[in-house]
């Protein structure tokens, strides 16, 4: 191809798809790897002499061992050349029709959301009556703020256009205590700030973090994002993410339904922190 070395040949024929997971398992994902010298030779950096490949099979690839027979270097270009020939035919496809084609389109996930926060209350609804027991916990100065992930799995290359934090609910509620808790965290990657009332509605995220002018991924790809939420209110906000995005000329979104939060934000002014686990067990067992 063109004015490309070989390496950089194999990265783009391959799409960074690991030939042996694909003639194996017909597996096409995006993959870390690396250039696989088939022959064992570093010193021949012909085309037909490189293979991408995930680390795990680049490894077991160049391990030679007594007890197994790895791979040959006839099956790994037979993999290799059939790889190449299903990546041809879908980026053909791809540019037959700007919209994504229906038996390879694959909804972007939403993957775990994680806590930031490291304590805990329990609270009870004003109007209802409801319990609440081991609510993520924030001080109301501060807000709160929460990391997710975001996978695309499509072979169209993807643009996240907006997110946003839907309040589904907000439970005024009685704080009966504010106990330290468990924490969690996630590398920050993208920062965006939403300011919340407490009211049912849509409020849409601005972005903060310096450097770029939107999120583009490509097929296989991850990006992680945190959200920084300001409150004015104490109580329970019941929460879902959304997030609109592109890909193959068309708009669509998608929600986390599956991964509905609730946080509860306190005023340290009234709800000091305690650290006594015991009186936690007492006033919630008291209470049921």
Request: glycine share 10%; with cysteine.
């Amino acid at each position: 191809m063109g004015g490309l070395t070989p390496q950089q040949e194999v990265l783009e024929r391959s799409g960074r798809r690991c030939c042996l997971c694909f003639g194996l398992y017909g597996n096409l994902s995006c993959k870390r790897g690396q250039i696989a010298h088939l022959d064992h030779n570093h010193q021949n950096n012909t085309v037909d002499n490189l293979a991408f490949l995930c680390l795990e099979h680049h490894d077991e690839y160049d391990t030679c061992t007594s007890q197994s027979k790895g791979w040959t270097i006839k099956e790994a270009k037979l993999y290799r050349d059939m790889l190449y020939k299903e990546i041809e035919k879908l980026r053909d496809n791809a540019k037959k029709s700007t919209a994504p084609i229906t038996h390879r389109y694959e909804i972007p996930l939403f993957g775990r959301i994680y806590s930031m926060s490291r304590m805990v209350l329990d609270a009870v609804d004003k109007n209802t009556s409801q319990k609440y027991y081991g609510i993520q916990a924030y001080p109301l100065i501060y807000g709160f703020h929460f990391t997710f992930d975001v996978t695309n799995p499509n072979q169209l290359d993807m643009r996240i256009l907006r997110l946003y934090v839907d309040v589904i609910k907000f439970m005024d509620a009685d704080i009966i205590g504010v106990w330290e808790g468990d924490s969690g965290g996630a590398m920050i990657v993208r920062e965006f700030g939403c300011e919340i009332e407490p009211n049912v509605g849509r409020y849409n995220c601005h972005q903060i973090s310096e450097g770029f002018d939107y999120i583009k991924l490509s097929a296989g790809e991850m990006e992680t994002f945190r959200i920084n939420v300001g409150v004015v209110k104490e109580g329970i906000y019941r929460l879902r993410l959304g997030m609109e995005y592109s890909t193959g000329g068309e708009t669509r979104t998608i929600e986390s339904d599956g991964d509905i939060l609730e946080v509860g934000v306190f005023d340290p002014v009234f709800h000091e922190p305690s650290y006594n686990w015991d009186d936690r067990i007492i006033q919630a067992s008291g209470s049921t």
